[in-house]
């Protein structure tokens, strides 16, 4: 069933409810619970600070910053860090940075939300009666559950999102039902929780318990699913959200004043080990609401996968990590899988499970990098509503420095947990590394291209398709090339004339040009010269997956139909001369360089050649290396010496 993403329905309500609210919707499991553990003595003083708190984090972070504001920065329907960061580029250099590290550090979280979301549910078994003998947080057969869980969850995603959605969508439907429900139960018998939605309880909880303060850090945890919201946005549509989270929001809310109720009817002042989410829940109601809080966290895990793959995909697209295979599993815009992304996110979790045995000790380490992408999103935010949406500078330095000075609290808070979270800072490093050194070398490796007017050779060109001494290396002979339209790459000349020479009876340059709408395909024809040299420019969205051999094969047949080309042929009569760098021996490195070129060329030989990325047959594709001399040696002194010795 196809869905009209530009409109409100129940259909796109579900399935938004199965893709990316996951995280977010299960926050309830752990939130209040970790905020009690750590804040010392309960009170009525710090359940009410602590539900005030985390109310007023979902309005401002949530609702107010994702939902009405970043989610209108859509690019051609689609949402996350990289299509904002396409939006705004134009508008400073230096934006390209803050994009790198709020994609790393988001992608980096992506393998803890897993792990903490399924073992939370699954620890709740505990306390269904007959189970809490063989369940205990940490011990060998919660840990076993979770990794066949994590295991069917990664192998489930060459499937697509769409299955994801459709099938779970329903399922989140009941679950943010049983959240109310629950709620609801112990609000009846404390009405007066409904006060701690004040913002004054939550800022004396803030400035007058002794650890205030850093509580902030385990109050995050309620809104981590945020960015994964904005990021899913073209999997859903902007409608779809808006009705979806007004459902979403008022049934975490019941469930946290229902937790609060429970905690302050209790009279106690610590948890006793038990989890007030499972407590409110009625005991004949155990076993189900720790059933459908276990497909509750595969879907949640489900949120920060579908958004890794669109990073990536988007990433790829846009020069930032080098080119992997993509497949489009169904036929709806934004349904992407990437098998080596979805591998390393499993060998992540796997991890991570491994490594932290309890969810409790997951928390500990939970929430520092969604600090670090959340203010890279405000930073580019403010570029779209000053620069793009053109709102007075006052207006936007308001909205940008509530959300600052929030998420800069946050930060702080989840500082502490750095240590704790040694495990992920390799991981984020490795991420954002190679998004540095891939555009990084991109850009030296484009500036090293040498161009020159194609117009003297327009002449040659003629003269070598005519030369019938010369063998005939195809009938067509295609090259790629960046150069404008009427320049050619100095590399791709000396290729045509002396490496052998090629003659063709047809030469085309093709250009691709990525187009900030995701789903553009159109191409132009510039004819250089009649019936023997023409430049085709394609203008994809950073999103279509180049087909360039089938695409140019079907240009070609429509220029002969229009008598503006003599031939055409069949796919073998095609060849694409795909010219390779490779570094040179000849070269004097700054440090910078050094390191940024060696990584790159490293990274190449793991990353998809030219010919398959642009889906070129290996049949129709020659490979020609060319050497890159960035800096060469200049300065070599030989002294020669006579070795001769007299006999």
Sequence with gaps: MQVNFQRASTAGFLIALGIIYGDI??????????????????NRAVVFGAISCIFWTLTLQTTFKYVIITIRADNHGEGGVFSLYALVHRYGKH???????????????????????????????????????????????????????????????????????????PIMFLWFALLSFAGIRQII???????????????????????????LGSIFLCTTGAEALYSDLGHCGRPNIYVSWTYVKIALVLNYLGQGAWVLLRHQSDLGGINPFFAIVPEKFILVSVIIATVASIIASQALISGSFTLISEAISLGFWPRVKVKYPTDIRGQIYIPSINWILFIGCVGV?????????????YGFSITVAMLMTTFLVFYFLRYIKKYPFWIVGAIVTVFVLVETSFFVANAVKLLKRLFFLVFEIGLITTMYVWYNARKITIRLLKFTDITPFLAQLVRLSQDTSIPKYSIHVVYLTRASRHEIEKRIVDSIFDNPPKRADFYWLINIERT??????????????????ARVNFHLGFRVQPRIGIMLRKVAQELVDSDEIPVCGRPKDFKFVILERFLSYDNEFSAREGFILNSYFSLLRLARSDSRAYGIDSDQAVIEKVPLVVTPISNITLKRVNRNRPE
């Design 25 to 42: 919707g299960t926050s309830p499991l752990y939130t209040l619970q970790t905020i009690f553990n750590e804040g010392g003595a309960i």
């Design 95 to 169: 934006l390209v940075y803050p994009a790198i590290i709020g994609a790393g550090t988001l992608l980096a979280d992506g393998i803890i939300t897993p792990p903490i979301t399924v073992t939370s549910a699954i620890e709740g078994l505990n306390m269904v009666k007959g189970l809490d003998q063989h369940i205990a947080p940490g011990n060998t057969l919660v840990i076993e559950v979770v990794l066949v869980i994590l295991l069917l969850l990664f192998l489930f995603q060459r499937f697509g999102t769409k299955v994801v959605g459709g099938s779970f969508g």
């Design 189 to 215: 018998q404390y009405p007066g929780i409904f006060a701690a939605l004040n913002p004054v309880y939550g800022l004396r909880l803030l400035i007058q318990h002794p650890h205030g303060f850093w509580l």
């Design 353 to 365: 499970v491994l490594y932290f045995r309890t969810s409790e000790a997951m928390t500990a380490a």
């Design 516 to 533: 900030d709408d995701p789903y553009t395909v159109e191409y132009d024809v510039d004819m250089l010269f009649p019936g023997k040299i």
